[in-house]
Nanobody, 116 residues
Framework: QVQVVESGGGTVQAGGSLRLSCTYS????????MEWFRQAPGKEREFVAR???????TTEYSVKGRFSLFKDSAKNTVYLEMNTLKPEDTAVYYC??????????WGQGIQVTVSS
């Protein structure tokens, strides 16, 4: 069974940094892109970042300038580097792997808490 597993969350003070990891256990020939979303308490899930798995590995962000997304193809893993964190970045962060053909796999979510 193909899985998506996140790691690296935790609590950090405002202004600090965290790196989240997301590993896809399937065959990357099937993988179109990987995305991060987040959901804060009482709010809807929102898009954070996306990286295309093949080709130019194009990235797209909703949080510009503070977050960066990169991948390690050898490990089937993407990393969300989050810098200058703010209390409003507090949320459960979810990774999604989108496969060719439209199948979308979600991770279990990981808590990120930024204290002021």
């Amino acid at each position: 069974q193909v899985q998506v597993v996140e790691s690296g969350g935790g609590t950090v003070q405002a202004g600090g940094s965290l790196r989240l990891s997301c590993t896809y256990s399937g065959r990357t020939e099937s993988l179109y892109n990987m995305e991060w979303f987040r959901q804060a308490p009482g709010k809807e899930r929102e898009f954070v970042a996306r990286i295309e798995w093949h080709g130019l590995s194009t990235t797209e962000y909703s949080v510009k300038g503070r977050f960066s997304l990169f991948k390690d193809s050898a490990k089937n893993t993407v990393y969300l580097e989050m810098n200058t964190l703010k209390p409003e970045d507090t949320a459960v962060y979810y990774c999604a792997a989108n496969e060719f053909g439209g199948n979308q796999l979600w991770g279990q979510g990981i808590q990120v808490t930024v204290s002021s």
